[in-house]
């Protein structure tokens, strides 16, 4: 167990609708990154926050988006699901964002969501 | 901008050989860099991390890497491979241009292992 827990693991839905995927980080750690992975385009960043504000953003579709909460707990927001969209979204956490640059992204076990 | 390159989308051994991925990065200052594993479904987990205190970096499981500036490489090896490293790898490289430490990552290698 890393400490990150990501709800729900797996989850079906339609074209069309909207989903909310959860992410408790470790205790202590402020930092929350958002990653998509599919087979076809691998490892995407999509987005992060830190302590409550949004830090960097990557390829993050308009119809998506995020948010991170006081108790430190992020959701992943998509919309207008597209087949496309079916992939394996994968939350990190971190203590804080270091300039040197030097971080350790500690993973959950991922939310798989399945697009028909 | 930052990005590294896994040479080898697949990469097939028998047990008791030399586990070797590739990892070649672009940077154009000093890179941190990171090998991740992911075993079916489950997250990534790191293996190790390069922050420039060393050129030989040990990892979990008998995992080590090489930092080599002048071949821009970060290769993964282990000695003996063992059924239970069947799983695929990732490099990383930490994006220095942007606040906040998200990593990059590299396509993966996926580790077969045969008895």
């Known amino acids: 167990d890393s400490g990150v827990t990501q709800t729900p693991k797996h989850l079906i839905t339609a074209t069309g609708q909207r989903v909310t995927l959860r992410c408790s980080p470790r205790?202590?750690?402020?930092?929350v990154y958002w990653y998509q992975q599919s087979l076809d385009q691998g490892l995407q960043f999509l987005i992060h926050?830190?302590?409550?504000?949004?830090?960097a953003k990557g390829n993050i579709l308009e119809r998506f988006s995020a948010q991170q909460f006081p108790d430190l707990h992020s959701e992943l927001n998509l919309s207008s699901l597209e087949l496309g969209d079916s992939a394996l979204y994968f939350c990190?956490?971190?203590?804080?964002?270091?300039?040197?640059?030097?971080?350790?992204?500690?993973f959950g076990a991922g939310s798989r969501l399945t697009v028909l | 901008a930052q990005s590294v390159t896994q040479l080898g989308s697949h990469v097939s051994v028998s047990e008791g050989a030399l586990v070797l991925l590739r990892c070649n990065y672009s940077?154009?200052?000093?890179?941190?860099l990171f090998w991740y594993v992911q075993y079916p479904n489950q997250g990534l987990q790191l293996l190790l991390k390069?922050?420039?205190?060393?050129?030989l970096v040990k990892g979990i499981n008998g995992f080590e890497a090489e930092f080599k500036k002048s071949e821009t490489s970060f290769h993964l090896t282990k000695p003996s491979a063992h059924m239970s490293d069947a799983a695929e790898y990732f490099c990383a490289v930490s994006d220095l241009y942007n606040q906040g430490g998200k990593l990059i990552f590299g396509q993966g290698t996926e580790l077969s292992v045969k008895p």
């Open positions: 990190a956490s971190s203590p804080r964002p270091t300039a040197s640059g030097a971080n350790v992204l500690t």
């Open positions: 205790s202590g750690d402020l930092s």
């Open positions: 940077s154009s200052v000093p890179p941190y």
């Open positions: 390069y922050t420039s205190a060393a050129t």
């Open positions: 926050y830190y302590n409550g504000e949004e830090r």
